[in-house]
């Protein structure tokens, strides 16, 4: 069930009405059961797979914790947990080549609740977090409907807690979180969805396309790809402050990195501090003794997996690779990049470090986005300022009025990150008189209502 | 504690309750105005589709073609752009077999995208095929994808998109205040302005039996006679008698969107024709597209009135530049259903 | 060895490895508040511990450190 759907809007006013209607332990029950009826929906058969997962998880958590003090291995018991999971993951990566059946669909939200399975599982192996004993309160880690679909990724020692003390939300903290989901419908509807038919159709179809359009198409998907992942991120977050849950932040304003390493440590975070934790720090202990070619090997490794993550081909690995080498050679070169910072000065530094970085991802974006290798590596090839007949068809086939409506939107977006680094602007709103704050609800609302895209139900990270 | 809690966390969902619904207040009222007008015509069936409103010309043919589907069915379609209002359904049955009932199915500014997904709509509903005529230009042929927009948004039983997202598009034009404001003065005031975009000052445009098209500009030429372009000498414009061929519009994707149009039609055998309106201002469909869409859809269906030519010359066929009358239509039926034609 | 010596030599492995003069650790001190000490830098700076006082950490136990005091009594306990 997708967040933009009528489906999901009636299920989560039943819910919520619901939640603050009921107390006490009744309150789980309703979030564990919109959660079943969210994930089930379309296909039974994602529930049931989830609901297996997280049973095996549960009880892989109970089986670790009973075998440490009689010092059996818990090494045994980590590891075929571990290899269950993995396996079952990579199973339905590959179904549709293993079986050569193309109906054979990827659960939805598998490879998140995967990752987060993985997560709680390596925490108890760790001994920094105690195995859940409650069925439930697991049940709703793993499953809540918010951050079911695309995460956060959440740890074990940020949501157990607050699935424990379940209580409705203050005041200020729900309307918080409508002005989020106001913050990501803008996102999503305005500047996603508008620019996502034309950026698709230069990538489904590589050789008709000219040169210039080429390059426009790469210039663009990180915009999109952003608003996207993001809107439904700041949607995620504001639902679950709804019913007073506080979901780990995704994003930090990334296209303000000054370097790849600084760009990872601000997108996809859940994702990206995941594969640091469970992934790159057990390599670099095992790699120690090499010095920084053990930490090249790792980050490589690593920024592969994280491309691997995303689905299969070799694409994605090249995706990941490039991340990996990219920042590998920042690891070496701070020197430089300090010496052309004093040279030229910081305010310039910083903006050409952006600009740079932003073009790094964009071109590895394209092994991302392209059906696969042949495709990307003829996208690459063909990047041109060649056009078909005029310059008109940079636009992509975007008519004017959806430029200046996406542009202004985007502007506006820009700006309210610009200010959220300073100081939170959706609670200086609050602060303001009530004509003012009225005034830019109203507004809000009525810009998403005339210029949002409801075409598409689809979030790009669903297919993760 | 538990117990303290209790109230007031009642009191702030109360509270919250309130405020969202106070909010909404202005939001219901325009909703409940637009499902209780319907200016669009699309929330329920009608039998006469006139309106005062400017309506979603994909919604009224599909509306149309489904009111006749049970007793009397259609079997033979015009598709394509505007330029299909030159074709009257009766008069292109007369050249049809006995038996034929036609609609106009076609859209503003219509795409060959467009007119695949009407045909896939009407193989689903298993309509009896069994004539089409494409009425064309170089802009139908390059589109390959679907416009957007209340206004070109195609009924979802034609795009099988959802047909909530559908509807909202239309409820989105309603909110859009260019469309809401005027809307609301008109509501209060019954007059059309000419100021009010996306109204129609005409009244009946159509014959909502076959969606033939009434252009008020037919009336005015038979009031004013040679005046009419006289006065219009701007809409008019001298062109030069040198033959200028439009730039190629046929590539891949467009060339892929033609064969399954063609694969649908011939799985059908249905009879068809495809016809490149006579432009007025004489630009020549690029002989390369020509040559595609005769390879595919085969030479003796494909009919190219485009560049300069006997039709083009004479600006009486024409209401201005992008449009031209029945007049000429009819001629060009003539011409393309003629007897050593079909047995060629 | 008491922990100010250990401190003392902590120091010096951090200014070396993260090439900044300033570095002066405390106790309390954590990845956080030193500039430069990050994932990327973390095992350069425990396997520079680990040859210098001759000790050898667990990954499990790396993990555990949660700031400069942790790693100070881990490494007394190891050495003594």
Same mark, same amino acid.
């Given at each position: 069930?997708?967040?933009?759907?009528?489906?999901?809007?009636?299920?989560?006013?039943?819910?919520?009405?619901?939640?603050?209607?009921?107390?006490?332990?009744?309150?789980?029950?309703?979030?564990?059961?919109?959660?079943?009826?969210?994930?089930?929906?379309?296909h039974?058969?994602?529930?049931?797979?989830?609901l297996?997962?997280s049973?095996?998880?549960?009880?892989?958590?109970?089986?670790?914790?009973?075998?440490?003090?009689?010092?059996?291995?818990?090494?045994?018991?980590?590891?075929?947990?571990?290899?269950?999971?993995?396996?079952?993951?990579?199973?339905?990566?590959?179904?549709?080549?293993?079986?050569?059946?193309?109906?054979?669909?990827?659960?939805?939200?598998? !490879?998140? +609740? $995967?990752?987060? &399975? /993985?997560?709680?599982?390596?925490?108890?192996?760790?001994e920094?977090? @105690?195995?859940?004993?409650?069925?439930?309160?697991?049940?709703?880690?793993?499953?809540?409907?918010?951050?079911?679909?695309?995460?956060?990724?959440?740890?074990?020692?940020?949501?157990?807690?607050q699935?424990?003390?379940?209580?409705?939300?203050?005041?200020?903290?729900?309307?918080?979180?409508?002005?989020?989901?106001?913050?990501?419908?803008?996102?999503?509807?305005?500047?996603?969805?508008?620019?996502?038919?034309?950026i698709?159709?230069?990538?489904?179809?590589?050789?008709?396309?000219?040169?210039?359009?080429?390059?426009?198409?790469?210039?663009?998907?990180?915009?999109?790809?952003?608003?996207?992942? !993001?809107? +439904? $991120?700041d949607? &995620? /977050?504001?639902?679950?402050?709804?019913?007073?849950?506080?979901?780990? @932040?995704?994003?930090?304003?990334?296209?303000?990195?000054?370097?790849?390493?600084?760009?990872?440590?601000?997108?996809?975070?859940?994702?990206?501090?995941?594969?640091r934790?469970?992934?790159?720090l057990?390599?670099?202990?095992?790699?120690?003794?090499?010095?920084?070619?053990?930490?090249?090997?790792?980050?490589i490794?690593?920024?592969?997996?994280?491309?691997?993550?995303?689905?299969?081909?070799w694409?994605?690995?090249?995706?990941?690779?490039?991340?990996?080498?990219?920042?590998?050679?920042?690891?070496?070169?701070?020197s430089?990049?300090?010496?052309?910072?004093?040279?030229?000065?910081?305010?310039?530094?910083?903006?050409?470090?952006?600009?740079?970085?932003?073009?790094?991802?964009?071109?590895?974006?394209?092994?991302?986005?392209?059906?696969?290798?042949?495709?990307?590596?003829?996208?690459?090839?063909?990047?041109?300022?060649?056009?078909h007949?005029?310059?008109?068809?940079?636009?992509?086939?975007?008519?004017?009025?959806?430029?200046?409506?996406?542009?202004?939107?985007?502007?506006?977006?820009?700006i309210?990150?610009?200010?959220?680094a300073?100081?939170?602007?959706?609670?200086?709103?609050?602060?303001?008189?009530?004509?003012?704050?009225?005034?830019?609800?109203?507004?809000?609302?009525?810009?998403?209502?005339?210029?949002?895209?409801?075409?598409?139900?689809?979030?790009?990270?669903?297919?993760? | 504690?538990?117990?303290?809690?209790?109230?007031?966390?009642?009191?702030?969902?109360?509270?919250?309750?309130?405020?969202?619904?106070?909010?909404?207040?202005?939001?219901?009222?325009?909703?409940?105005?637009?499902?209780?007008?319907?200016?669009?015509?699309?929330?329920?069936?009608?039998?006469?589709?006139?309106?005062?409103?400017?309506?979603?010309?994909?919604?009224?043919?599909?509306?149309?073609y489904?009111?006749?589907?049970?007793?009397?069915?259609?079997?033979?379609?015009?598709?394509?752009?505007?330029?299909?209002?030159?074709?009257?359904?009766?008069?292109?049955?007369?050249?049809?077999?006995?038996?034929?009932?036609?609609?106009?199915?076609?859209?503003n500014?219509?795409?060959?995208?467009?007119?695949?997904?009407?045909?896939?709509?009407?193989?689903?509903?298993?309509?009896?095929?069994?004539?089409?005529?494409?009425?064309?230009?170089?802009?139908?042929?390059?589109?390959?994808?679907?416009?957007?927009?209340?206004?070109?948004?195609?009924?979802?039983?034609?795009?099988?998109?959802?047909?909530?997202?559908?509807?909202?598009?239309?409820?989105?034009?309603?909110?859009?205040?260019?469309?809401?404001?005027?809307?609301?003065?008109?509501?209060?005031?019954?007059?059309?302005?000419?100021?009010?975009?996306?109204?129609?000052?005409?009244?009946?445009?159509?014959?909502?039996?076959?969606?033939?098209?009434?252009?008020?500009?037919?009336?005015?030429?038979?009031?004013?006679?040679?005046?009419?372009?006289?006065?219009?000498?701007?809409?008019?414009?001298?062109?030069?008698?040198?033959?200028?061929?439009?730039?190629?519009?046929?590539?891949?994707?467009?060339?892929?969107?033609?064969?399954?149009?063609?694969?649908?039609?011939?799985?059908?055998?249905?009879?068809?024709?495809?016809?490149?309106?006579?432009?007025?201002?004489?630009?020549q469909?690029?002989?390369?597209?020509?040559?595609?869409?005769?390879?595919?859809?085969?030479?003796?269906?494909?009919?190219?009135?485009?560049?300069?030519?006997?039709?083009?010359?004479?600006?009486?066929?024409?209401?201005?530049?992008?449009?031209?009358?029945?007049?000429?239509?009819?001629?060009?039926?003539?011409?393309?259903?003629?007897?050593?034609?079909?047995?060629? | 060895?008491?922990?100010?010596?250990?401190?003392?030599?902590?120091?010096?492995?951090?200014?070396?490895?993260?090439?900044?003069?300033?570095?002066?650790?405390?106790?309390?001190?954590?990845?956080?508040?030193?500039?430069?000490?990050?994932?990327?830098?973390?095992?350069?700076?425990?396997?520079?511990?680990?040859?210098?006082?001759?000790?050898?950490?667990?990954?499990?136990?790396?993990?555990?450190?949660?700031?400069?005091?942790?790693?100070?009594?881990?490494?007394?306990?190891?050495?003594?």
């Amino acid at each position: 069930m997708s967040f933009i759907s009528p489906e999901f809007i009636c299920l989560f006013i039943f819910c919520f009405l619901l939640y603050h209607l009921t107390r006490g332990k009744s309150r789980k029950t309703v979030l564990l059961v919109t959660s079943g009826v969210f994930i089930g929906y379309f296909h039974w058969e994602f529930l049931l797979i989830a609901l297996s997962i997280s049973l095996l998880t549960y009880n892989a958590g109970l089986l670790l914790e009973k075998v440490r003090p009689k010092n059996k291995s818990t090494q045994t018991v980590y590891w075929t947990a571990l290899a269950c999971l993995l396996l079952c993951w990579t199973g339905f990566r590959h179904a549709e080549s293993l079986t050569g059946n193309a109906s054979l669909l990827f659960p939805l939200g598998l !490879s998140f +609740y $995967t990752f987060q &399975a /993985i997560a709680y599982l390596t925490e108890v192996y760790w001994e920094e977090t @105690p195995a859940e004993r409650n069925l439930p309160d697991f049940l709703l880690y793993m499953l809540l409907f918010m951050k079911f679909l695309s995460g956060p990724i959440e740890r074990p020692n940020d949501l157990l807690p607050q699935i424990k003390k379940l209580h409705p939300a203050s005041y200020d903290m729900m309307t918080y979180g409508l002005k989020l989901i106001a913050i990501g419908l803008i996102k999503k509807l305005i500047i996603a969805d508008h620019l996502a038919p034309h950026i698709d159709e230069i990538f489904q179809a590589v050789h008709t396309a000219s040169g210039a359009q080429l390059i426009m198409a790469a210039l663009l998907y990180p915009i999109e790809l952003y608003a996207d992942f !993001s809107g +439904y $991120t700041d949607i &995620a /977050i504001g639902c679950a402050m709804l019913f007073g849950l506080r979901l780990s @932040p995704n994003f930090e304003r990334p296209f303000t990195a000054q370097t790849i390493t600084d760009f990872w440590r601000r997108w996809h975070i859940s994702l990206s501090s995941w594969v640091r934790d469970y992934l790159y720090l057990p390599l670099t202990s095992v790699t120690r003794r090499l010095g920084q070619t053990g930490i090249a090997i790792s980050l490589i490794i690593t920024f592969v997996a994280l491309g691997i993550w995303h689905g299969v081909g070799w694409n994605f690995v090249i995706y990941g690779l490039i991340q990996g080498i990219v920042i590998v050679w920042e690891q070496n070169t701070t020197s430089i990049r300090k010496t052309i910072s004093r040279r030229i000065g910081s305010p310039l530094y910083g903006l050409l470090a952006a600009i740079r970085t932003y073009l790094i991802f964009a071109f590895s974006l394209i092994f991302f986005k392209a059906k696969n290798m042949d495709d990307a590596v003829y996208f690459i090839r063909h990047l041109s300022f060649q056009t078909h007949s005029n310059w008109k068809e940079i636009d992509l086939g975007i008519s004017d009025h959806i430029c200046i409506v996406t542009g202004i939107a985007l502007l506006l977006i820009g700006i309210y990150e610009y200010f959220m680094a300073r100081t939170d602007l959706l609670r200086q709103i609050e602060k303001q008189p009530a004509v003012v704050r009225w005034s830019i609800y109203y507004l809000t609302a009525f810009l998403i209502l005339a210029y949002g895209q409801f075409g598409s139900e689809n979030f790009i990270y669903l297919q993760f | 504690m538990n117990m303290l809690t209790q109230p007031t966390e009642r009191k702030t969902f109360r509270q919250f309750l309130w405020k969202t619904q106070l909010f909404m207040l202005p939001f219901w009222i325009v909703i409940a105005l637009y499902l209780y007008d319907d200016p669009f015509m699309v929330l329920r069936n009608y039998k006469i589709y006139d309106s005062d409103v400017t309506l979603n010309e994909g919604h009224v043919g599909w509306q149309i073609y489904k009111n006749r589907r049970d007793s009397l069915p259609f079997n033979s379609f015009l598709l394509g752009n505007s330029c299909t209002m030159a074709f009257p359904c009766q008069e292109w049955e007369k050249f049809l077999p006995q038996g034929s009932h036609a609609v106009r199915l076609f859209g503003n500014a219509e795409g060959m995208k467009a007119i695949l997904l009407k045909l896939q709509a009407l193989e689903r509903d298993q309509a009896p095929i069994r004539n089409v005529l494409m009425i064309l230009n170089r802009a139908s042929l390059a589109k390959t994808y679907q416009s957007s927009g209340f206004s070109h948004i195609l009924p979802s039983e034609i795009s099988g998109e959802n047909p909530f997202s559908v509807q909202l598009e239309f409820l989105q034009a309603f909110i859009l205040p260019e469309f809401l404001f005027p809307y609301l003065q008109y509501r209060l005031g019954g007059q059309i302005t000419p100021s009010m975009k996306y109204m129609n000052p005409y009244g009946r445009v159509r014959n909502s039996l076959n969606n033939d098209a009434i252009n008020p500009r037919e009336r005015m030429i038979e009031q004013e006679g040679e005046a009419y372009w006289e006065k219009r000498k701007k809409e008019f414009p001298e062109r030069n008698k040198e033959t200028v061929f439009a730039e190629r519009a046929v590539f891949l994707p467009q060339e892929n969107l033609l064969t399954e149009i063609a694969t649908l039609l011939k799985r059908h055998h249905t009879a068809y024709r495809l016809l490149i309106s006579p432009d007025y201002n004489q630009k020549q469909l690029h002989p390369a597209d020509k040559a595609t869409l005769e390879e595919i859809f085969g030479r003796e269906n494909v009919f190219d009135f485009s560049g300069i030519n006997r039709y083009t010359e004479d600006y009486h066929f024409y209401y201005e530049q992008g449009h031209y009358r029945p007049l000429l239509g009819i001629e060009l039926l003539q011409e393309i259903y003629r007897p050593e034609k079909i047995t060629e | 060895m008491d922990i100010n010596e250990t401190l003392e030599i902590l120091n010096r492995i951090f200014r070396q490895v993260l090439k900044k003069t300033e570095i002066t650790l405390s106790e309390n001190t954590t990845a956080h508040d030193v500039d430069g000490w990050n994932s990327l830098t973390n095992m350069l700076l425990i396997s520079e511990i680990e040859q210098t006082f001759q000790i050898h950490f667990p990954f499990r136990e790396i993990v555990k450190l949660k700031n400069v005091g942790d790693l100070c009594r881990a490494i007394i306990s190891k050495t003594n």
